[in-house]
Every structure is written in structure tokens, then in C-alpha cells.
């Protein structure tokens, strides 16, 4: 475990911050403050803070998408199907941003707004993060040396840099809390506890596998890692069916096909596709790009799973 969570954070955090340098080329990828938004409707998990964090939460856009920084309070904001269309299928969305920040926009709040339509309760979890510097001009300046070659005397440490956060314990216990707040609640919001998956985006696709086979307490019946770490795991005896999506330009494929054979390997049902193109950090999809109906295949992938159709005795 301690490779693959070593060779996911690596990677993780090193393609998405090249993917940014070569959007940056295309469109503005400057890097703008933003007000923290009210966020009425997020509810607090309250499962403490971070270590040695001096800053407080902040908001910044960046390609048009709103992104936080610095959290240490997690939170998890419903998006409820419309109980005409509801079936009681249900998905934990965790965003990506290399456990540094959050796309709360692109694989956040826009994916749960598209599986509400769909019927699907949907609930995004923003977690907590590892510490970034407290001020946008520090943290751009930061971002900016992300490639720099490390001095001969610098440590893997140096807050300089952005550093491989290996630890995902913070992270681990929000989602768990994220989980048994839906299950408690599970009649008020018309979830069926059966069919309740997980949804992460490239470091969000990471917690989703860190907590399908680390948790304890989370009986999750489908995942869906999105443009996630590729390697090689031990996939226990009753992990969820999953349903995993990357592109072959994608910085994090680089032709592994590990976790894949260690799913197939084990017997446990999964789904895999691999796209011509579409990059790194699509979201729901981009224009002209073969990843771009990956949400498509998804929804086909839930029906025929029977993980989204309506049962008796929900």
C-alpha cells in the first residue's frame, strides 16, 4: 500500500501542476483571489484540523474554476436528485488537486449538479488539505518552482517546494465521516445504503482507492477513479465493483495497467477506459476529445450494474 500511495502522490501532484503550466499556454492560467463563497449548504464532518497550519481557508480561480486552499475544517454539501427521478443510487465526489488544493468547480460541484439530473443523490466532500503558503503571491510563487531541481542540500521537506504529502490520515477519516453522516441520514435524503459509491478526480480519485483499501468503516458498493494513479494493489476480498477512466496523454498513465489487473486479478468486477486523448483533469469532459463521454459510459456502466435502479424496500 505504502508503494502505491507513494507512487500516486509522486505523480499526482507532479501532473497536475504540469497540467496547469500547459493550460496556462492555451487560456489565461493566472492565478486570481477569489471571496471564500458562503456555502449555505455545506454541513461540517467535524473531524478536527491540521497540524501546523497557520493559514486559514482561501479561495483562488484559476482557468475559470474556482479552487480552494489551505482547508481545515471538512466539509460535505448535498446535491439530492429530484425525488421524481431519484433511485437512490448515491456518490461521495471527492475532488483532485494533489491534496495541496481543491477543484471545487470542474470535478466538484459541476459532477454532483450532473448526477442529481440523473437521479443520483450526490455529495461533494471537501477535505482537508496539506498546507500551502498563506499568502496567493507566496502560494503563486510556490506554484511556479513546482519543477525547479531540488539543491543538493534541500530536503524532500522544504516548504519551498510542494513536497509529497504521503500521509492521507485527515483525509482517510473525512471521508469516513462522510460516509456515516449519509448513512445516518440515509432516509431524509432517500439514499439506499446499498448503493452508495465513491467518485474521485486525479488526488480525489487517490483518497477514493486510499479509502476503498484502508477504511474500516466504509462499505462502499461501487468506485469510480477518474484520471487516478495506476499501480498496482492488494485488493481485499470484498472491495467494490469499479469503474476507472484515464487518457492515454494523461501524465498519470504512463502505460501502467495495474490497478486494473489487480481488480481483474482478484475476481471483483471492473470497467476500464482507456481514451485517445483528453489530457489530464477534464472533468466531466472537454470539447473534441475522445474522454469527453466518459460520463456517458458511466451512467450505462451503473444501470446494467443494477447500482441504479430502484429497489423495493429502500
Not at 489487480?262 to 483528453?278: C, D, M, R
Not at 463521454?293 to 429502500?314: I, P, Q, T
Request: charged share 20%; no cysteine; hydrophobic share 45%.
Amino acid at each position: 500500500m505504502y508503494y502505491y500511495l507513494k507512487n500516486l502522490v509522486k505523480i499526482s501532484v507532479l501532473s497536475f501542476l504540469l497540467f496547469g503550466v500547459q493550460a496556462t499556454m492555451a487560456q489565461d492560467g493566472t492565478i486570481y483571489a477569489l471571496k471564500n463563497p458562503e456555502e449555505p449548504n455545506a454541513i461540517p464532518l467535524k473531524t478536527g484540523g491540521v497540524d501546523k497550519q497557520p493559514a486559514s481557508e482561501t479561495w483562488f480561480r484559476q482557468w475559470g474554476d474556482p479552487m480552494a486552499r489551505n482547508i481545515t475544517a471538512a466539509t460535505l454539501t448535498p446535491f439530492l436528485a429530484d425525488p421524481e427521478k431519484a433511485t437512490g443510487a448515491t456518490v461521495i465526489v471527492a475532488p483532485g488537486g494533489g491534496f495541496r488544493w481543491l477543484s471545487m468547480g470542474n470535478e466538484g460541484w459541476e459532477v454532483a449538479e450532473a448526477l442529481a439530473e440523473q437521479g443520483i443523490n450526490a455529495f461533494v466532500l471537501k477535505y482537508r488539505l496539506h498546507p500551502t503558503p498563506k499568502s496567493l503571491d507566496d502560494f503563486t510563487a510556490w506554484m511556479n518552482h513546482a519543477f525547479d531541481p531540488p539543491a543538493d542540500d534541500a530536503k524532500e521537506s522544504d516548504s519551498a517546494r510542494p513536497g509529497l504529502p504521503l500521509d492521507l490520515s485527515n483525509q482517510l477519516e473525512d471521508a469516513e465521516a462522510a460516509y456515516a453522516m449519509i448513512v445516518k441520514r440515509a432516509k431524509e435524503w432517500g439514499v439506499d445504503t446499498k448503493r452508495i459509491g465513491m467518485m474521485g478526480f486525479s488526488a480525489g480519485a487517490g483518497l477514493t482507492m486510499h479509502s476503498t483499501l484502508n477504511s474500516k468503516t466504509m462499505d462502499l458498493a461501487f468506485i469510480a477513479p477518474i484520471y487516478g494513479g495506476m499501480a498496482a494493489v492488494e485488493v481485499p476480498k470484498d472491495a467494490p465493483a469499479m469503474f476507472n477512466v484515464i487518457a492515454t496523454d494523461d501524465f498519470l498513465f504512463m502505460g501502467q495497467f495495474g490497478v486494473i489487473d489487480s481488480w481483474y486479478k482478484a475476481g471483483i468486477p471492473v470497467e476500464f477506459h482507456l481514451y485517445q486523448n483528453g489530457g489530464h483533469g477534464f472533468g466531466l469532459g472537454n470539447p473534441d476529445k475522445t474522454s469527453n463521454r466518459w460520463f456517458d459510459a458511466f451512467m450505462y456502466w451503473l444501470e446494467v450494474n443494477d447500482f441504479h435502479k430502484s429497489k423495493s424496500g429502500m
